[in-house]
């Protein structure tokens, strides 16, 4: 059975920092990229960060310079650290997988971040 759990979500106050994680299991054939998304209410879910297998990351343009992700890959674990966090910042952050050989895509609960000003 396939898991994505999330945990690290919270209320900070503007200015402050959270790390969120993302602990993945029972993925058949392992993980190519995994990342992280943030959707707010009446909104479509939105890429925040993605890094690959090998390192590579990706970030939205909103984040670069606050956020940084991370990946264990023995532990199949992918982490947002954020920094400098801002209202806007405020939604609710998926955790991702794609599977390395199926087309298949694998997504987390969902954790709530709040960034008070």
């Known amino acids: 059975q396939v898991q994505l759990v999330e945990s690290g979500g919270g209320l900070v106050q503007a200015g402050g920092s959270l790390r969120l994680s993302c602990a993945a299991s029972g993925i058949r054939f392992g993980i190519n990229t995994m990342g992280w998304y943030r959707q707010t209410p009446g909104k479509q879910r939105d890429l925040v960060a993605s890094i690959t297998r090998g390192g590579s990351t990706n970030y939205a343009d909103s984040v670069k310079g606050r956020f940084t992700i991370s990946r264990d890959n023995a532990k199949n674990t992918v982490y947002l650290q954020m920094s400098s966090l801002k209202p806007e910042d405020t939604g609710v952050y998926y955790c991702?997988?794609?599977?390395?050989?199926?087309?298949?895509?694998?997504w987390g609960q969902g954790t709530q971040v709040t960034v008070s000003s």
């Open positions: 991702y997988a794609e599977n390395r050989v199926l087309p298949n895509d694998y």
